[in-house]
């Protein structure tokens, strides 16, 4: 597809348990992004990768986040030890690197994730 | 302070009507990028333009036109002739440069309702 696409879309867990999401992003487009968003908020940025490494992981909201992209393109948002407050619609973006592209960020459609 | 404010939390209008969303912004940096994403209720951020700082041309595309005025740091986002299809929440971001990152600063979002 020609668009950023997320997967699961919905994931519902139970507090304490492990979760991973997917990204896949725009062919070509060497930065991605993670976002948090609550309901009636903006996004809250996460991390953001350059090719295969974490340029910027200073929104991660603790240790029990992690993110890799191991082969520049794919990326998973890890969660340990799920907390009802990671409740959220986690977003993923990616962007060119080609210059008078790389500041616009496309989204994909979100994987919205209940812990319970 | 690097921030964006959008005051209107919530717009209701009757179609065919003209609606403006507001956007005010803070920034220490010269260079920047502004922007206006649509996150209808499917959820998915919907890019609808950029425009860098150093270009204060308004635009117009369609039923959409925005007005740039960095006197005022205001980039504000008119719809003309709104459609139901409009109903969405609509946000401003604010890119700014951070370290190795260009990192978006996100107001709360406008939610606009357009009634048939």
């Known amino acids: 597809g020609a668009g950023v696409s997320q997967t699961p879309s919905n994931k519902v867990t139970e507090k304490g348990k492990y979760v991973e999401l997917r990204c896949d992003p725009i062919?070509?487009?060497?930065?991605l992004y993670w976002y948090r968003q609550s309901l009636g908020q903006g996004p809250e940025f996460l991390i953001y990768f350059q090719g295969t490494g974490a340029a910027d992981d200073s929104g991660l909201p603790n240790d029990r986040f992690f993110a890799v992209r191991p082969e520049g393109s794919v990326s998973t948002l890890k969660i340990q030890r799920t907390e009802r407050g990671d409740s959220a619609v986690y977003l993923c973006?990616?962007?060119?690197?080609?210059?008078?592209?790389?500041?616009?960020?496309?989204f994909g459609p979100g994987t919205r994730l209940l812990v319970l | 302070a690097q921030k964006v404010t959008q005051a209107q939390t919530e717009i209701s209008v009757v179609e065919k009507e003209d609606v403006t969303l507001d956007c005010v912004y803070e920034?220490?940096?010269?260079?920047?990028?502004l922007f206006w994403y649509k996150q209808p209720p499917s959820g998915e951020l919907v890019f609808l333009i950029r425009?860098?700082?150093?270009d204060e041309q308004n635009e117009i595309s369609g039923r959409y036109s925005w007005n740039f005025q960095k006197s005022t740091s205001s980039f504000n986002f008119t719809i003309t002739a709104s459609q139901v299809v409009d109903s969405a929440v609509y946000f401003c971001?604010?890119?700014?440069?951070?370290?190795?990152?260009?990192?978006?600063?996100w107001g709360l979002g406008t939610s606009l309702a357009v009634n048939p």
């Open positions: 973006a990616s962007s060119s690197n080609l210059a008078g592209g790389r500041e616009t960020q496309y």
């Open positions: 425009r860098n700082s150093f």
């Open positions: 062919s070509g487009h060497t930065a």
């Open positions: 920034t220490r940096d010269t260079t920047y990028y």
């Open positions: 971001a604010l890119s700014v440069n951070a370290g190795n990152n260009r990192k978006l600063i």
